[in-house]
């Protein structure tokens, strides 16, 4: 972890490109999510809820740096994850189960409330990658976007799938990669790539 934080500090260049900072922490949100899916809704399975948090957290230090609310985002999906799975015990004393559902009541509301300020942080981090006249980090930004919006969100994805603005680009995420449409009418494929214990990178080609 202390490699990734002085490379992700320095935007060191590879072979293939250079890590983004915020490609990283991207990649990162997407692992966040696929380790609590993998832990499943076990309660026994906590511990590593509890390590994909700190994991997180750790990423969230080398990329966006000390962030009070972004900490505070992650504690409070990873707390309510084992709410829910708790509640699911129909051996819960009625009035404990009320607390817990007034608890997450609040804990969304929390919620709504910090993503704002982690968007405005993200948005303030640096992004490498500037080839196809800054596709990348348009790429990057309106990926994370979305990634802050839905980050412990209760609905499900919707029929059309997300997008959002960045200045005059749509940038639409697709799951498997996301597209860029630029003002000039121009669409780009773009998807992330890590290089092993460095971190990622965006990369963008357009679709002809």
């Not at 260049?13 to 890590?19: N, V």
């Not at 900490?71 to 129909?90: A, G, N």
Request: hydrophobic share 35%.
């Amino acid at each position: 972890m202390a490699l990734i934080s002085l490379l992700m500090l320095c935007g060191c260049s590879t072979q293939t490109g250079q890590i983004s900072p915020g490609a990283t922490l991207l990649s990162a949100l997407n692992d966040y999510q696929g380790e609590m899916q993998h832990a499943g809704n076990s309660p026994d399975r906590w511990p590593d809820r509890q390590r994909a948090g700190g994991t997180l957290k750790d990423i969230i230090t080398a990329t966006v740096g000390g962030s009070r609310e972004f900490y505070r985002l992650v504690d409070l999906d990873v707390k309510k994850r084992e709410f829910i799975i708790t509640l699911r015990d129909s051996h819960l004393r009625t009035d404990r189960t009320q607390e817990m559902k007034d608890e997450l009541v609040a804990m969304d509301e929390e919620i709504l409330a910090l993503k704002p300020i982690v968007r405005e942080q993200v948005a303030a981090m640096p992004v490498t990658g500037e080839s196809h006249r800054g596709v990348e980090k348009v790429a990057t930004y309106g990926m994370l976007k979305l990634a802050v919006d839905k980050f412990s969100s209760s609905g499900r994805r919707g029929i059309d799938p997300p997008s959002t603005w960045v200045e005059q680009d749509l940038v639409t995420d697709l799951e498997t990669f996301s597209t860029v449409r630029t003002l000039d009418g121009a669409t780009y494929r773009c998807s992330l790539y890590g290089i092993p214990d460095e971190g990622s990178s965006m990369k963008c080609a357009p679709i002809k």
